[in-house]
């Protein structure tokens, strides 16, 4: 049977009109995508930023995903206006969504729709614009900009400067295709550098028109333009070699009423490169190994595996929460570890014979020399033929076990090489005790190349794993370090106790290939070239 034909996809998102639900100011919009997976299940694909105070949002967060022509995909889009720092949108304001095919999407390249309250009532004149571009280029542009001298546009200070980059559309018109981080009070900024995939940004077509917006920032969302520049990608190159390529800023209406104006400020290219953007694929196919590790909560607020209301109870088909959740990721990662070894350890309880203090790392095999397990199998082997011997017991510690796994990632990260990443899944009911000690490992553990997972079992209040997720804000140590990548993610298996096995699995894993990426992008290293094969 031929195989289904596969290609990758950019959705980019604007809206219009949408209602403000912000007491005496507009929303503050954000988008998320979200696939059927079959009846009445989604899975969240990913999502937009937030911006502040706006109606009318045109968002330059692009949104990727697979295209597979021989099968309906249903798409839903939802609109929110985000009030705190939670990456839950149930407590946020839903401003409207749409729901269509990707079919539907590709085939017309730009569409546009009325967005519609959950009840199917209008959300008013508010209205979402869906843009589809094939991604066919795996290069990105690397960019770091400058400026001297900009104009101060603030009455009690100088100007918060950012900058907008947009490419001329195939129709004539400017896409917004990125955007700055706003520089605060300072007329002389530096961006950071940022790296962006060529096809977003001019289409792969290094002479395809660019427009560069730099404008200072006012939080009631009415930004004041202070200059823009029109050029190219083969003009950034000129950069490349570290000889600044410098734009005058012009503002158009000072153009016109000034014969003496020159310009509203200099920015400067203070480097430009262009960069081949390595996919999950190519890394795993050039022999890069997924560790995988398991860490199981044995603590005291799970309840007595004796108890059927305990989630570590033994139903009589054998299975509870725990397993079922290591079961479904551990099929999915197992496939990309050659020797299907994998560590696992328990946390949280006291041990035979003395059953003294209780363990905070202890291998669920009882094995301390040797603590691998066969296959997943062998995982569930092991946590059945413990379970019975051990007296749940607490507190709930995390950081013991991620320094372990973050000290054998360090030993191969020493390599200097792609060819070993590791993944921890840690199956907790999410009562956590040393939250400082977990937050120091983990922006440590940042670094290296490592994520982890943790899937919250049942109904507990996973505040504490939202905060480590760190999807809505930067999770910081304890002195204020912040990670270096985001590498923590949280799934409550509560949302996935009735869907497919297959959709537990896809949510847990899906930035998995991601901080895979961004790891070795950060260090530099490219794929590994595959061996060939040896000669008979």
């Not at 100007?159 to 980059?165: C, I, V």
């Amino acid at each position: 049977m031929a195989k289904d034909c596969v290609s990758k996809v950019e959705l980019s998102i604007s809206c219009s009109n949408l209602l403000d639900k912000d007491v005496g100011s507009k929303s503050d919009p954000l988008c998320v995508l979200l696939q059927g997976t079959g009846g009445d299940k989604w899975t969240e694909l990913g999502r937009t930023e937030k911006l502040n105070n706006t109606s009318s949002p045109s968002f330059s967060q692009r949104l990727r995903l697979d295209y597979n022509f021989e099968t309906v995909q249903n798409l839903k889009l939802g609109v929110y206006d985000i009030d705190n720092a939670s990456s839950d949108l149930s407590d946020d304001d839903y401003l409207g969504g749409v729901e269509l095919t990707l079919g539907q999407i590709v085939s017309s390249k730009s569409l546009s729709r009325p967005l519609q309250l959950k009840k199917g009532k209008p959300a008013g004149k508010g209205t979402i614009t869906v843009t589809a571009e094939e991604i066919k280029d795996n290069r990105a542009i690397q960019l770091e900009f400058e400026a001297k001298n900009l104009d101060k546009k603030d009455t009690f200070g100088k100007s918060d400067p950012f900058l907008e980059f947009f490419k001329k559309g195939d129709d004539g018109k400017w896409q917004l295709v990125h955007r700055t981080e706003v520089v605060k009070n300072n007329l002389n900024p530096t961006w950071k550098k940022f790296c962006i995939p060529l096809q977003t940004f001019c289409c792969s077509d290094l002479e395809r028109p660019l427009k560069v917006d730099c404008s200072d920032h006012d939080s009631d969302g009415t930004h004041d333009l202070i200059g823009s520049f029109t050029t190219k990608v083969s003009e950034l190159q000129k950069a490349a070699h570290g000889s600044p390529v410098a734009f005058d800023c012009i503002h158009p209406d000072k153009q016109k009423k000034k014969k003496s104006y020159k310009n509203s400020g200099v920015v400067s290219v203070k480097n430009c490169k262009l960069v081949t953007q390595y996919t999950f694929l190519d890394y795993v196919m050039g022999g890069c190994q997924i560790n995988f590790t398991v860490g199981v909560d044995f603590t005291g607020s799970n309840g007595d595996p004796r108890s059927p209301n305990s989630l570590h109870y033994l139903s009589p088909d054998g299975l509870n929460q725990y397993l079922s959740a290591l079961w479904s990721v551990g099929q999915v990662v197992q496939d990309y570890d050659t020797d299907k070894l994998f560590p696992a350890f328990g946390f949280g309880a006291k041990l035979p014979p003395d059953f003294a203090a209780a363990h905070h790392e202890f291998a669920l095999n009882f094995n301390p020399t040797n603590p691998y397990c066969q296959g997943i199998e062998g995982i569930i082997d092991a946590y059945r033929k413990v379970l019975p011997q051990l007296k749940l017991s607490g507190p709930t510690n995390f950081s013991p076990l991620i320094t372990h796994v973050a000290s054998i990632a360090a030993s191969s990260a020493q390599a200097n090489n792609a060819s070993q990443y590791f993944v921890l899944l840690i199956l907790t009911d999410g009562e956590i005790t040393d939250l400082d000690q977990t937050r120091d490992a983990i922006v440590r553990a940042s670094r290296l190349p490592l994520s982890i997972i943790i899937v919250g079992v049942g109904p507990a209040d996973f505040k504490a794993m939202e905060l480590l997720d760190g999807d809505d804000g930067v999770l910081r140590s304890t002195v204020g370090e912040a990670v270096s990548r985001d590498i923590v993610q949280f799934v409550p298996y509560r949302q996935f106790k009735d869907a497919p096995k297959e959709a537990l699995a896809k949510s847990v894993l899906a930035e998995v290939p991601n901080q895979l990426v961004s790891y070795f992008k950060m260090r530099g290293f490219d794929p590994l070239k595959p061996k060939a094969a040896d000669k008979a």
